[in-house]
Structures are given as C-alpha cells and as structure tokens.
C-alpha cells in the first residue's frame, strides 16, 4: 500500500527557519516525482514544485523559487521541504504527494503539516 | 487570481448530475492532460480523475471527465450527500513550466 506520512504540525516564529519531511512506503521511492502543494487557510491548492528522489532533480514553481528549498534522502526514503527564515504569510498547509506516470497526476497525498508562523 | 478558471460554487441535489467546469489555455488544457482532485472537508485532496477522463481504482463510475479545446468539465451523476466537497482541476502549463490550479469549486448537496 502506497503511503506518504508527514511530518507533524508546527508553530514558529517569524524569521526561524524549519524543515518539514515526507516519508514514502509502499512503493519505489526513487522512481517517482514527489509534489509539494500549498493551501493558505481558506484558500485553494497551489503547487510549489516536484522533486526526483532518484537523483534530487528539483524545479519549482516561479512563485516559491527561493522562497523554499525542497530536498530528499533515498536512503531513507523521505522528502524535505524546508525554510531559511519564515514569514507570517508562510502559514498554511503543506501537503506532498506521490506523482503518476500520466500527466503530472498527483496520484497518492499525504494527510499535511499544518505549519503556523505567529509572533 | 488562478490561471485555470472554476465556479466558486455548484448547488445540487441527491441524484441530480452536476457538472463543474475549468476553463483554460493553450498552454494548459489546451495542450496537457487535465486532472481533478476531490478535497473532502478537513482532509487532504484525493485524485478523482486523471488524463481527463480516467479514474483511478476505486473511484465510482458515477465520476466522468471530458475536454474540448482549453476546457474541461467533471461530471458527478446520481449525486449523494458524501459527496459535498470542494473539486479542484489542475493541468500542466507550458509557459510556466509547472502544474496550474483551478480556484476549486465547492459542491453543496441540497
């Protein structure tokens, strides 16, 4: 059974950084893309990029280039998403998800990381 | 502003078919396959229907999709409570070199 766990859910300061994990099962982790997906409250689904487990080829959505920095560690399995420092307008949720072989499908998601920037 | 462009809304009843639509480019729909996913209230986004018109294992026939040109639209027949939900397409866009969003429509069961 395929599975993406995430990590659990955070509360920061804004200017802290932080770093958020996806940890696949059930399937080759190394053979497929792995999505990041952002929802503000409220608000609707925003991609932020894909990366390649096999051989971290990452691209990202022109709205979170150099905002974010997504990473994976095959050897483990697991999937990065990660902040050098945090804004207010960071909270939200983050979701990764498995992607398909048809058209950038996102075939398997994770359940989120709820991730709250507060003063 | 989303680049793929969705109903906010759409009212229906049990039984009754729906169809939401998403409206969007050459460089999207017009040129990649379209997905949709289904959000169910407080919970994460579910793929509903891939390459425009396939349903992945497990998802009832009573779920349909269809393009044409740089539309789409998902059609829910036989309509049930359960499925009360917000529905968001998303396709691949040539342009900005990765996947754009619909704004997601959200379907109210009458």
């Known amino acids: 059974e395929v599975q993406l766990v995430q990590s659990g859910a955070e509360v920061k300061k804004p200017g802290e950084s932080l770093k958020i994990s996806c940890k696949g099962s059930?399937?080759?982790?190394?053979?497929?893309?792995i999505g990041w997906v952002r929802q503000m409250p409220g608000k609707g689904l925003e991609w932020m990029g894909i990366?390649?487990?096999?051989?971290?080829?990452?691209r990202y959505s022109p709205s979170f280039q150099g905002q974010v920095t997504m990473s994976a560690d095959k050897s483990i399995s697991t999937a990065y998403l990660q902040w050098s420092s945090l804004k207010a307008s960071d909270t939200a949720m983050y979701y990764c998800?498995?992607?398909?072989?048809?058209?950038?499908?996102?075939?398997?998601w994770g359940q989120g990381t709820l991730v709250t920037v507060s003063s | 502003q989303s680049v793929l462009t969705q109903p906010p809304s759409a009212p229906g009843t049990p039984g009754q078919r729906v169809t939401i639509s998403c409206s969007g480019s050459s460089s999207n729909i017009g040129s990649n396959p379209v997905n949709w996913y289904q959000q169910l209230p407080g919970t994460a986004p579910k793929l509903l229907i891939y390459s425009n018109n396939q349903r992945p294992s497990g998802v009832p026939d009573r779920f349909s999709g269809s393009k044409s040109g740089t539309s789409a639209s998902l059609a829910i027949s036989g309509l049930q409570s359960e499925d009360e939900a917000d529905y968001y397409c998303a396709a691949w866009d040539d342009s900005l070199n990765g996947v754009v969003f619909g704004g997601g429509t959200k379907l109210t069961v009458l």
């Open positions: 990366i390649y487990p096999g051989d971290s080829d990452t």
């Open positions: 059930g399937y080759s982790f190394t053979s497929y893309w």
């Open positions: 998800a498995k992607q398909g072989v048809s058209g950038y499908e996102l075939d398997y």
